[in-house]
C-alpha cells in the first residue's frame, strides 16, 4: 500500500549525493543500496532487488570484511531475494553463513538476529524441511518479543508463518489456534494504535489481520470437511471482532468526544502542522540560534499535542478492548428463533505454495444460533457458497436494474432466482425453525437486501422476519442498550428548499435559536457547526444539483402527524443543515431528502486529517497514496436547505446544504431509537471487504442512533410514504421494529393488479433496517 517508486525515487536521489560525498565504495552507499534492495523486495521485484542488493554486499565485503555483522546483513538480504526468485539452494547458503557470522559477533537477542532467523526459516518452509523451518521461527519470535513486546508487527510476522508451517504439517487445531491468537494481537495493536500510528504501519497492520484472517477461514474449510466443528466457532468469531473493530473505535471516540470541546481530529491536525513546520524549519530560518531556539519551541508544543492524542487514544482502546466479546457472550444475546447469519468474504491460501499463495475470492456463511443465558456452548454451522465472481455478477445485475427503475426486465427476474440459489438456497436446511435472520453482510453482499430473494413461489420476507448488523458484536452491543440519555423531540424533515440562498442567512439559522432542540444544544454541538475536519466535501459534491420532492414533503406531513403533537416538523427553508447539527439526541429522525453517493476521486488531500493515519484498513486502497484518496464517508450524504448553492460556500461557515457522512457520524444521536433515511441512494456506500459498506447507513449507526432505516435505490415517493406511515404506525403501537417493518412490507404485496401496484420488491425491498429489531 505504499508508494514504491516514490520511495524509489528518493532513495536514487539519496544514493546520488552519498555517492558524490563519499565515493562509490563507501559502507553509506551500500546502507542506501540496501534500501533500494529492500523496497523493491516488498514491491514484489526480486529481480530488480538483486543487482542494488549484490552491490550491497560486495561494497560492505570489501569495507568491512568478511566477518563483518553488516556484510552478514547484505548477505541475509540477498539470501531472501534468492528466495523469493525460487532458487533455494543459494539461499540457504547465503542464510546459513549470515547466521554463522552474526552467532560469533552478536548477541543472541540482536535483532539482526531475529531476521536472519527469520530468513533462513522461511527458506526451509520452501524446501519442506518443515521442522527445522518451525524451530527456526521460534528462536525469531522469541527474540522479537523481547525487543518490542508481544503485539509488534515484527512478531505479527512470525505468527502467520508459524500458523502456515503448522497448517502445512497438518496440525490444523494448533495452526487455528496460532491465528487466532494473531488476530487478537492485531487487532489489539490497531486499537492502541488508530491514531498517533504512522499511516504505512497501521495500514500494514490491517493488512497482516486480513491475511491472517483469510488463512483462518481457508483452514477452517479444510478442517470442516472432518466434521471440525471447533474451527468453525474459532472463525466465526474472528469475524465478529474483525468487523468490529473499526465502528467500536469510532463509537467509543465519538462518546468521549461528546464531553470536550477539542477533538481528536483537531488534534492531529496540530500534529500534522507542527511536523510540517520542524521539516520545512532548516530551509525556513537560515540563523543557526533562531532556528534551534524555534526547533524547541516546535518540539515543546508537539509533546503536549502527543501527550493530549495518547491520552484520548488511550482512553477509547480501553473502551474498545474492555468491551470485546465472546462468540458465546453473542450467542446469549440472540433472541429464540433467530439465528446470526454472518457472510464472510475471503481469498482463499494455498497454504503449501511458496509464491502467489492467494487464490480467487470467496463467499462463506457462519450461523450461530441463540445459547442458553448459562451455557459456554456455541452452535455454529458453516456454509460455503463458493467463487465471489458470479455472486457479485449477479448483485451488479441486481442493483443495475433497481437502481434504473428497470424493475421489470426480463434478466432481474433471472438474477434473482439465481442469487436466490447460490446464497440462500445452501442455508436453507438450518432454518427450518427460525423466524428471525440477523443479517450480517460482507462485500457485495451488503447491497443485496435479502428480503427479495425467492423461496419456491414466495420471497423471503413472506417466510421470515430479516434485520442486518454491521458485526457480530453489535448483537451485543443492541441486548445492552439502556435508555440512560434523556431524549428529546422528534425531528422530521422533508422536502428541503434546495435552492435557498444561505449565503443571505444568519450562520445558525433563526429556527435552530428558537426550537425546543437548540434549549439543550451543548457546546460540542457549535464546535461541530465549524469544525473543519467535519467541512470536508469531496470536489464533485457542491457541483450536484437536486429537484424539488413534493412527495416527500407529503411524507414528512403524515410521519409527523402520526409521531405526536411535540414532533419537530422542518419542511423547505426550513429544513436546514444548522437544524439538524443542533438536534441532540431526538427520539426519532426522519430525513426525506435527496441523498448521494460519489465515486473515490482522484484528489489531493481532500480528508487528511483523518485519514493520514491509516487505521485498521481504511487507508487508501492498494496502489494509492493518502494524497490521491477520498474518505468514503465525504463522498456520501444528504441534501438539505440551500444544497444547490453549496458551490458558493467556499468559507468554514456552519452549513453548505449538504451534511456528509463524516458529518453525520459526528452528530449526537446517543439515545435516538429510529433514523430513517428516506432519501435516494442513502444505503449505498464504499464496499470494504470484511467492514462492512462506508455510508450514512453506518454513519448515524456510529452517531448513537439504535435503529438505521436506509434506503439502497431511487425509490417511488407513493410507495415510500404508504411504507414509512404503515411502519411508524405499528412501532407507535409497540410492535418490535423488525415485525413492523416486516408487516409494512407484507401490506404493499397483495397490491398486484391495483391502481398503485406496488408489489415488485423494487418498491417495498429498497429499505433495509440495521441496527436494534426490538
Known amino acids: 500500500m505504499e508508494n514504491y517508486d516514490e520511495a524509489l525515487r528518493l532513495y536514487q536521489r539519496s544514493l546520488a549525493i552519498t555517492e558524490k560525498t563519499y565515493g562509490p565504495n563507501h559502507p553509506e552507499v ?56 525460487g532458487d533455494n539452494a543459494q539461499a540457504l547458503a547465503m542464510a546459513k553463513r549470515s547466521l554463522a557470522i552474526m552467532q560469533k559477533h552478536l548477541r543472541p537477542d540482536h535483532p539482526l538476529m531475529a531476521q536472519c532467523l527469520f530468513v533462513l526459516a522461511e527458506v526451509q518452509k520452501n524446501r ?29 510476522r512470525g505468527l502467520a508463518s508459524v500458523a502456515q508451517i503448522q497448517a502445512m504439517k497438518g496440525d490444523f487445531r494448533r495452526s487455528v489456534s496460532t491465528l487466532s491468537d494473531l488476530s487478537t494481537r492485531q487487532r489489539r495493536y490497531l486499537a492502541h494504535h488508530f491514531q498517533t500510528s504512522s499511516w504505512m504501519v497501521a495500514s500494514r497492520v490491517a493488512d497482516m489481520l486480513r491475511s491472517s484472517s483469510e488463512m483462518l477461514q481457508t483452514l477452517c474449510a479444510v478442517g470442516t470437511q472432518n466434521a471440525t466443528g471447533t474451527y468453525a466457532a474459532e472463525a466465526a468469531g474472528n469475524s465478529a471482532l474483525n468487523k468490529a473493530l473499526w465502528e467500536e473505535v469510532q463509537a467509543a471516540r465519538a462518546a468521549f468526544e461528546a464531553n470536550h470541546q477539542i477533538k481528536a481530529e483537531e488534534l492531529y491536525s496540530q500534529y500534522q502542522s507542527l511536523q510540517a513546520q520542524l521539516t520545512r524549519l532548516p530551509q525556513s530560518e537560515a540563523d543557526q540560534a533562531k532556528r534551534d531556539a524555534k526547533r524547541l519551541e516546535l518540539e515543546s508544543k508537539l509533546n503536549q499535542v502527543v501527550a493530549e492524542l495518547g491520552q484520548r487514544v488511550g482512553f477509547v482502546a480501553q473502551g474498545v478492548l474492555e468491551q470485546t466479546p465472546t462468540l458465546s457472550g453473542i450467542a446469549r444475546q440472540l433472541p429464540a428463533g433467530s439465528v446470526l447469519l454472518d457472510f464472510v468474504q475471503y481469498r482463499r491460501c494455498d497454504l503449501a505454495a511458496n509464491t502467489n499463495q492467494w487464490k480467487e475470492q470467496r463467499y462463506t456463511a457462519y450461523l ?33 436494474r433497481m437502481s434504473a427503475g428497470q424493475y421489470e426486465a426480463k434478466d432481474l427476474s433471472a438474477a434473482l432466482m439465481r442469487l436466490s440459489d447460490l446464497v440462500y438456497a445452501p442455508l436453507a436446511e438450518h432454518l427450518t425453525n427460525v423466524s428471525h435472520l440477523i443479517i450480517c453482510p ?21 417466510e421470515k422476519t430479516i434485520s442486518y448488523v454491521t458485526s457480530g458484536r453489535e448483537v451485543v452491543r443492541l441486548a445492552n442498550t439502556k435508555p440512560s440519555v434523556r431524549t428529546s423531540a422528534p425531528l422530521v424533515m422533508g422536502n428541503p428548499d434546495f435552492d435557498l440562498d444561505l449565503s443571505k442567512t444568519n450562520v445558525v439559522g433563526p429556527l435552530a435559536l428558537k426550537s425546543k432542540i437548540e434549549s439543550q444544544k451543548s457546546e460540542i454541538d457549535q464546535s461541530l457547526l465549524t469544525s473543519a475536519p467535519t467541512k470536508m466535501l469531496s470536489r464533485d459534491c457542491r457541483g450536484l444539483k437536486f429537484t424539488p420532492l413534493l412527495g416527500a ?51 489531493k488531500q481532500t480528508n487528511s486529517i483523518a485519514w493520514d493515519s491509516g487505521f485498521a484498513g ?14 468514503p464517508l465525504v463522498r456520501c450524504g444528504i441534501a438539505l436547505a440551500g444544497a444547490n448553492h453549496a458551490l458558493q ?12 457522512g463524516l458529518e453525520a457520524s459526528l452528530l449526537n444521536l446517543q439515545g435516538t431509537e429510529l433514523v430513517i433515511l428516506s432519501a435516494c441512494d442513502s444505503g449505498t456506500g464504499e464496499i470494504k471487504i470484511g467492514e462492512g459498506v462506508m455510508s450514512l447507513r453506518r454513519a448515524f449507526r456510529i452517531a448513537g442512533a439504535e435503529t438505521v432505516l436506509a434506503s439502497h435505490w431511487k425509490v417511488s415517493d407513493k410507495a415510500t410514504t404508504k411504507l414509512m406511515t404503515e411502519f411508524i404506525r405499528r412501532w407507535r403501537a409497540g410492535q418490535p421494529r423488525a415485525e413492523a417493518w416486516r408487516a409494512a412490507q407484507l401490506e404493499l404485496l397483495p ?21 436494534q429489531w426490538r
Open 30 to 85: 551500500a546502507s542506501t543500496l540496501c534500501n533500494i534492495a529492500d523496497t523493491y523486495c516488498d514491491k514484489g521485484d526480486y529481480t530488480a532487488a538483486l543487482r542494488p542488493a549484490e552491490r550491497s554486499l560486495k561494497i560492505r565485503e570489501k569495507a568491512l570484511g568478511p566477518n563483518h555483522p553488516d556484510f552478514a546483513d547484505s548477505l541475509c538480504s540477498l539470501a531472501d531475494i534468492y528466495r523469493g526468485l
Open 128 to 156: 519442506s524441511a518443515l521442522d527445522e523451518a518451525l524451530a527456526l521461527h521460534q528462536r525469531a519470535l522469541a527474540i522479537n518479543e523481547k525487543i518490542s513486546g508481544p503485539d509488534h508487527p515484527d512478531v505479527f
Open 368 to 400: 450461530t444460533f441463540p445459547a442458553p443465558g448459562d451455557s459456554a456452548n456455541v452452535v455454529v454451522e458453516r456454509t460455503d457458497l463458493g467463487e465471489a465472481s458470479p455472486i457479485e455478477e449477479l448483485i451488479a445485475t441486481v442493483s443495475k
Open 442 to 462: 460482507d462485500g457485495q453482499l451488503s447491497r443485496l437486501p435479502f428480503e427479495m430473494l425467492q423461496v419456491g413461489n414466495k420471497f423471503l420476507v413472506e
Open 553 to 603: 414533503e407529503a411524507e414528512a406531513r403524515s410521519v409527523a402527524e402520526l409521531l405526536s403533537d411535540d414532533c419537530v416538523l422542518r419542511l423547505g427553508a426550513e429544513a436546514r443543515e444548522s437544524e439538524l447539527k443542533a438536534v441532540r439526541s431526538p427520539r426519532m429522525l426522519h430525513l426525506a431528502t435527496h441523498g448521494f453517493f460519489l465515486s473515490d476521486q482522484e484528489f
Open 618 to 631: 481504511l487507508g487508501p486502497p492498494k496502489g494509492r497514496t493518502p494524497n490521491d484518496w477520498e474518505n
Open 649 to 660: 460556500i467556499t468559507n468554514a461557515i456552519a452549513e453548505d446544504g449538504l451534511l456528509t
Open 751 to 771: 397490491s398486484k393488479g391495483a391502481a398503485d401496484d406496488f408489489s415488485n420488491p423494487y418498491f417495498w425491498a429498497a429499505f433495509t433496517l440495521t441496527g
